[in-house]
């Protein structure tokens, strides 16, 4: 538990000192990373061997 503090902690001064426009940059990258094609269809079969494995139907 204090190691998830130390952590969270550490997190959330580095983020501060960044500051929004670090932090809107990287969540800029996140979302075209997220939003590419590839990384769609990886998420589909993945979604897919999961629902395989736990007997979920799929959507």
Do not use: C, N, S, W
């Not at 550490?10 to 000192?17: D, N, Q, S």
């Not at 670090?22 to 996140?30: A, K, P």
């Amino acid at each position: 538990m204090k190691m998830f503090l130390l952590g969270a902690a550490a997190g959330y001064v580095l983020g501060a000192k960044a500051g929004r426009g670090r932090y809107e940059q990287i969540v800029r990258t996140y979302r075209k990373i997220a939003d590419h094609p590839m990384v769609q269809g990886a998420a589909g079969v993945a979604r897919a061997k999961v629902g395989e494995k736990f007997g979920r139907a799929q959507r």
